[in-house]
C-alpha cells in the first residue's frame, strides 16, 4: 500500500483521497506570518483532495516562557499544574492555526487533548498516549474539514490535562496518523530533511531521500535532532511513514521533497553508511580502581537513574588485581549532580574518580553495516590518520560511536564524511 | 446573616468558617511576585479558617497580545477558535497560582472552566454563565483545598471553550460566589476600594466603606471602572456582598479595608450623594429638524443600536413647527461610526447635525437622593457659581448627570465634591 502510493504516484494522478497528518515545530508557526505560511501549505494538501489533520507546537519561546514561569516559583512546582501552565502554548497555536485555514477559505476547527480526547497515562510532564478517539476527527476529516490539534498535550483519566515532554509534539503527529491510520506524517521543520551530518560542519552533506526509523533513532539520539525519538519509535511500531520537510520552502507535503523515515524493507538501496552523527557537550567519568565483583554496575548505576541523570557511554576496563574501572559519559550539564550522586549516594568503594569534560561523541549509523566488514575499521584508520585519538568505543548493530576531544569534533565529522563517501555529487562539482 | 456576620466579627472570634471567594485582576498577578503576594493573602484567609475559592485573570498584558494576534490573522476571525486562544491567558494563571500555594504549604488545585464545568451559553466572546456545578469545588473546600478557578472562561453545550467579554472575570468571581452560596466575594484590585472621586482629580477623596448595588452600578458606568457591570448586576441579583480592595496592602479580605458592595438595607447611614463620577471622552450628537411624530426615536436609535455603537445620554428638545432636535452622547471612539451610520443607514429627514466633540459626563450618585429635595439644585448652583455652562441633564432615581465641556472636567468633580461635603475629614486636616 505504501510502495504504491509513494513509489506510482497514484495518490495524485489518480485522485484518490489519502489521509495526512502534518505537523508543524516551534519556528514553522513562530509567528502570524509563519502560521499563515503554513496555513497555505496545508490548503495545497487540501486542494489535492487529502484529508488533513494538522498538529502543531507552541510558537517559539512561548512554552520556554511558561516553563521559566513555573520555575520562578519552584524549581519543585507541581507537575500536575505545570502540565495546565505550559500545554496553553499549543493552545493558543491551535486558535490561531484554525483561524487562519478559515481566512483563506478551508474549514477548520482546533481540536484540544481533552476534547479529542488524547488518553494518557497519568505521568505529569512526559505522560505517554495510551488512546485517541478517532470517533469525532474521522467525522470532520470526512466533510473536508482540517483538524487542528494542538500537540504535545493529552488528558489523564482523572481529567487533567497532561504533556508528553519536551518535542513531545512530534509524538502527538504520529500517534494521531497512527490513530487514524494515515498514509503519511509530515513533520514540517526548519530544516529540510535528515542529512548525511550536520550541514553546518560538512558542506557537502546530501540530503537523505529515505532513512529506516532504526537509523533514524540512532541518528535522532546521537544529536541530529530533527526528530523526537519516541515519534520515531511509534512510527516504527505503527508502521507510519514520516516525512520530514522544511516548512519555509514552497512545495508541499505530496512533492516528497524532504526525508521519508519508513521501514527497513521500503528502502530498495540500502547504504553502507547512511550519516555521520556527533554529540558536543558530553563529559566522561571514571570511577577507579573498583573491586571487580557481580552487582557493582546496579550499585553505581542505580543511584544515577535514580537522579534522573542520563549515563550513555558504558564501557568496563579490564581487571587487575581484582580492581576495575568502569567509565561512562553523561551531558555535561548532568556533571555536578553527577559528581555529586557519587561522592554521596553511592555504596559502593572505589580508589578514585577522573572526569574529562569537553568530549565528544561521533558515531558513524548505516542498516547496511550488518552486511558489511571493514566499517569499523574505515573508521578507526581514518581518525588515526587525522591524530585524533579514540577515548571510548562503543558499537550497536547498526552504528559505531567513539568518544572524542572536543575540539576534534568537526575534523573528524568532516573526515569520516568524505571516507565513506557520503558527498552530495552535485555540491562537489 | 450579612449583617451578623459583618457587623459583629463573630466569624473570625469564634472561628466559624466562611465561604469566600477572592479574585485576583490582572494586574494583581502582573507577574510571579505579585502572584506570590496574592497567594500569601490567600494563606491568610485559609489560616483564618475560611474555605476560599481564587478566581484569576490572565497576567496583565497577556489577553491583548492575545486578542492582537487573532485582529492579525483577521479581524473577523472565528469567535469560538477566539476563545480558546484568549482563555489559555487565565489557564496559565490558574496554574501558577496553585503552585505558588502550594509552595508555601497551601494545599491547591486550578479547575479549568470545562472541568468544573462553568456552562455557559453559546455566544462566543461574550457568554453568559448559566450553571456552575459545585459539587467538585466544594469537596475540594471541604477538605481544606483552595480551589482555583480561571476567570472568563466557560465551556458550551457544544463542549468548547466560551469567554465572558472583557472585565469577566469579576463575573466569573460573583457567579462562582454566588453557586457557593459563599459568605463574600472579594475583589483584589489595583485600588483599595470605591471612592467618593476619582482621587487623582479630588485628593481629599473618601473611600466609601459600604455602598449599596445600585449606586455601585452607577459608578461603575459612570466610569469609576473598578467592578464590571454586569458582576455587580449579578452580585445585586444573588445577594452575594462584594468587596473591593488592594492588592497591594497587608491586610486581607476579613480586615474589610476596601469598600463593601452590599445591598441597601444593609446600609445603616446611606449617605445622600455617595460619590461624584465623570466619564471624559464623550462626543455630543444633535440630529436637527427632525420631524415630531411617533416612531422617529425608534428609527434614529435602531441603526445605531445594530451597529453596536453605546448611545448614552438622549434629550429630546422642545417641539417648533412640528420639527424637533434630537440630542445624544457616544463614547468618542464611535463617533466615526455613528456619524457613518447617520448619513447612510437612516430612514429619517433632518436638516442638519450638529457634532460636539471634547465633552465630559458628571454625575452626582447617591442612594438617599431619592428622600431627599435640593441634589439636583446643589449640583446646577454649583457649577454656575464656576461658570460651566450644562449641556445635556439626564436624571435617574439616584444620579443626576449633566454634559459639560470637557476642559472643566476636574473643576466641576472638585466643586460637587466639596458642595455635598464629601471630603475625608482627615485628609482636610
Redesign the interface.
Known amino acids: 500500500m505504501d510502495k504504491l502510493r509513494y513509489k506510482n504516484k497514484t495518490l495524485k494522478e489518480q485522485k484518490i483521497m489519502a489521509v495526512i497528518v502534518a505537523k508543524f515545530g516551534g519556528t514553522s508557526v513562530a509567528d ?1 506570518k509563519r ?2 505560511s503554513a496555513a497555505d501549505k496545508i490548503k495545497k494538501e487540501v486542494e489535492a483532495g487529502n484529508q488533513v489533520a494538522v498538529v502543531v507546537s507552541a510558537m517559539s519561546g512561548v512554552t520556554n516562557k ?1 516553563v521559566d ?2 520555575s ?3 524549581p519543585m ?2 507537575v ?6 505550559v500545554s ?1 502554548g499549543e ?2 497555536t ?3 492555526m ?3 485555514l ?2 483563506i477559505g478551508i474549514s477548520a ?2 481540536w ?1 487533548g ?2 479529542i480526547p488524547i488518553k494518557t497515562n497519568n505521568v505529569h510532564g512526559k505522560a505517554r498516549i495510551e488512546h485517541i478517539d478517532t470517533a469525532e476527527i474521522k467525522k470532520r476529516l470526512d466533510i473536508n474539514e482540517v483538524v487542528v490539534i494542538p500537540g504535545f498535550q493529552g488528558i489523564t483519566e482523572q ?3 497532561s504533556t508528553l515532554g519536551r518535542g513531545g509534539s512530534d509524538t502527538s503527529a504520529v500517534a494521531v496518523a497512527a490513530a487514524l491510520n494515515a498514509d503519511r506524517c509530515d513533520i514540517y521543520t526548519d530544516v529540510d530533511g535528515v542529512y548525511t551530518a550536520d550541514p553546518r560542519i560538512v558542506s557537502n552533506a546530501r540530503k537523505l531521500h529515505k532513512v529506516s526509523y532504526e537509523e533514524m533513532l540512532e541518528l535522532a539520539s546521537l544529536g541530529s535532532k530533527v526528530l523526537q525519538t519516541r515519534s520515531v519509535e511509534m512510527g516504527a511500531k505503527s508502521n507510519v511513514p514520516i516525512q520530514v520537510l522544511s516548512s519555509f520552502g514552497e512545495f508541499i507535503g505530496s512533492d516528497r521533497k524532504g526525508t521519508l523515515v519508513t521501514k527497513e524493507e521500503d528502502i530498495v538501496e540500502q547504504e553502507v553508511v547512511s550519516g555521520i552523527a556527533h554529540q558536543k557537550d558530553e563529559a566522561k567519568i571514571t570511577v577507579i580502581g573498583v573491586e571487580d565483583v557481580p552487582g557493582v554496575a546496579a550499585k553505581l548505576f542505580k543511584p544515577l537513574a535514580d537522579a534522573a541523570i542520563n549515563v550513555d557511554m558504558i564501557v568496563q576496563n579490564i581487571s587487575q588485581d581484582g580492581l576495575t574501572d568502569m567509565t561512562f559519559t553523561v551531558p555535561r550539564t548532568d556533571l555536578e549532580r553527577a559528581k555529586k550522586v557519587l561522592k554521596e549516594n553511592i555504596d559502593l568503594k572505589y580508589e578514585d574518580i577522573a572526569i574529562t569534560e569537553n568530549v565528544a561523541k561521533v558515531s558513524v549509523v548505516g542498516i547496511g553495516m550488518k552486511s558489511h566488514a571493514g566499517v569499523a575499521n574505515t573508521m578507526f584508520s581514518t581518525l588515526a590518520e587525522k591524530g585524533i585519538n579514540i577515548q571510548v568505543i562503543s558499537t550497536s548493530e547498526i552504528k559505531i560511536s567513539v568518544l572524542i576531544e572536543q575540539d576534534y569534533t568537526e575534523l573528524a565529522v568532516r573526515s569520516l564524511h568524505a571516507a565513506y563517501g557520503l558527498e552530495d555529487q552535485q555540491k562537489i562539482m
Open positions: 502570524i502560521i499563515e511558561l514561569y513555573c520562578e516559583i519552584s512546582h507541581d500536575r499544574e505545570y502540565d495546565t501552565v496553553s493552545q493558543i491551535a486558535g490561531l484554525a483561524m487562519a478559515q481566512k476547527r482546533s484540544l481533552w476534547q481529567r487533567r490535562i
